[in-house]
Structures are given as structure tokens and as C-alpha cells.
């Protein structure tokens, strides 16, 4: 079989992976904050087992940081928390009992007892999101889309091969 006939199959096969891994569940969501872009996603446990990872978060220590964190957010990493509260955003101690906020029907600020596990939102700056694109789809879009252009213009060549240019229509006789 000629590699111009299998270049199409491969490319297409490319392109359908592409767009189906862009098309799986994030990991982590992207939000603008602050005008930076974070990887905003969750974790489960106890104040005490988290106090590091929940202490080194961009709104540690900033109240109104940590608010903006959860208006922002709001729901959109579902209701983990008693099944009507979003991820809490951790941004200090008083007797080392967490300070939350967290929303459910509204912004809401609390304390919490370090020892019952609960969920936590934790962030990253996110470097990989070239544009302001929820869930980081740029690059698998841009990839899908040179796929398919490539895979057109293959197909384009081979039918140009396959058709004569200037028919004959008339004959010498």
C-alpha cells in the first residue's frame, strides 16, 4: 500500500485522538484571578495532614484574596463539603482551627476544627495556557486543527494525481 494512502488514515486517527483527549475531564480547572491564570483543583483530609500544602497557597495569610478565590470558583469544582459547600479556601488560623471561606447559595466565612477531614481548593500559576481558554484547550484545539488542515491538503494532492489536467477532446485521424 502506498504511503499516500495510509498518510490520510494516520493523520485522521491523529486528529480523532487529539480532539477526544481534549475533550476528557481536566484535572484541574483555570481561573483568572488577579489577571493570573490558575490550575485550581482539590484536596481531602484532614487541617492537620494539609496544613503545609494548604499553607503554601497564593491567599495564605490574605483574607480578601481567599474570598476572591471562592467568588471566583463558586461551585464550578462541585459541592464536596456536607454536599452544600464548594472547596474551602484555608487563609489563616486562630488556635490552630482553620479560617475558611467557601461558598454555598452565597460567600461564606468560618471556622473549622483541624481535626475533621474536609476539602480544600489548592491553586498553581497555570504557564501552560497560552489564552484566557477554560480548561486549557488551547493546545489539543490547535493540534486538531493542523491535523485536519494537513490531512485536506494530503487529500487534496492525491486527487490531483488521480485526475487528468487537460483531456484530450478531439482526435487526429
Known sequence: MKLSRILPLVVGTA????????ASPAQ????????TNYDVTT???????????LQSQVWWGNSALAQQFAQTVNIQLGLPNISEASPFFAYGETSGEPNIWYFSDEILQT?????????????????SVPFDIPGGATMPTVGSLFA???MRKVKKSI????HIANPVTTTVG
Open 15 to 22: 486528529a480523532a485522538g487529539i480532539l477526544a483527549s481534549s
Open 43 to 53: 484536596v481531602t483530609g484532614t487541617y492537620n495532614d494539609l496544613a503545609t500544602t
Open 111 to 127: 471556622q473549622l476544627q483541624a481535626g475533621t477531614e474536609w476539602t480544600y481548593a489548592t491553586a498553581t500559576p497555570d504557564a
Open 28 to 35: 484541574a480547572l483555570v481561573f483568572n484571578v488577579g489577571g
Open 148 to 150: 485536519l488542515a494537513l
Open 159 to 162: 486527487a490531483s494525481k488521480t
